[in-house]
């Protein structure tokens, strides 16, 4: 279903995540073995967005990207829906890999943010869960790979600002069949197919001041104070800060 965003005087068509896209990541395999439609829809992107065109040429030209994610209520199977999931690669010339920050427009969200050893996919050094509620912000520092999961019986509605220059890394979170921990209506179940998972360290949102990112104030409005925002982009400079996120 083509679904289209009206964000300011923009109007933006997203990017669908359909079912057989989340092939590789869900937890019941018996359920999606049995789905038979495969192309319905799960989460909706919009990326790129801007209010107008001015804001749009200052976005581009600090190297930056806003995006919002829809995701609607629902089960895949007894897993509740999520996103794919995804590392970020290292900033060129830095061994430190490019964060990005979230804000929660709609709804709520349960943020898994999970960090490896590096080069060793399946040995995971740290595991992070933040519930998040409508305004809440939660950022992702360097070194971390993340699911959003919509654990509710509401649309979740999401913002991200990330870097622009870079691609997504999805593969080692789809060889390992997911994040390490699956949320089911149980609770969390530890993924099997990772070597060594330590227990879930649960964190509340906060604000971060020194990045302009404050609970109930909307992160948009950083496009009048982008530098606030040069984090994302060079991370380097940054690395007091963003150490001290968790």
């Not at 600002?161 to 890394?169: L, T």
């Not at 060889?175 to 879930?200: E, H, M």
Request: charged share 30%; glycine share 6%.
């Amino acid at each position: 279903m083509e679904l289209t965003l009206k964000f300011g005087e923009n109007a933006t068509t997203a990017d669908v995540r359909k079912l057989h896209d989340m092939e590789y990541v869900i937890f019941d395999r018996e359920w999606f073995d049995k789905a038979e439609e495969r192309n319905l829809d799960m989460y909706y992107m919009f990326r790129d967005l801007s209010k107008n065109d001015t804001d749009h040429e200052l976005i581009k030209a600090s190297g930056l990207r806003y995006d919002i994610t829809r995701i609607p209520p629902d089960m895949l199977g007894s897993e509740y829906i999520k996103t794919v999931g995804h590392y970020h690669p290292y900033v060129p010339g830095t061994d430190i890999t490019y964060p990005e920050v979230y804000q929660v427009l709609e709804g709520s969200a349960t943020y898994l943010l999970q960090k490896v050893d590096p080069g060793v996919e399946d040995r995971v050094l740290d595991v992070v869960v933040v519930e998040a509620e409508e305004g809440d912000c939660v950022l992702v520092p360097p070194g971390y790979g993340h699911v959003t999961i919509n654990a509710s019986e509401k649309t979740l509605e999401m913002a991200n600002w990330v870097c622009r220059d870079f691609s997504s890394v999805y593969e080692p979170i789809k060889r390992l069949s997911g994040a390490a921990y699956f949320l089911l209506k149980t609770g969390f179940l530890q993924n099997p197919l990772y070597r060594d998972v330590p227990p879930i360290r649960y964190l509340k949102p906060r604000d971060l001041p020194e990045f302009g990112l404050f609970s109930g104030k909307e992160m948009y409005e950083l496009v009048h104070d982008i530098e606030k925002l040069r984090f994302l982009t060079a991370p380097q400079d940054f690395r007091y800060s963003l150490e001290r996120v968790f």
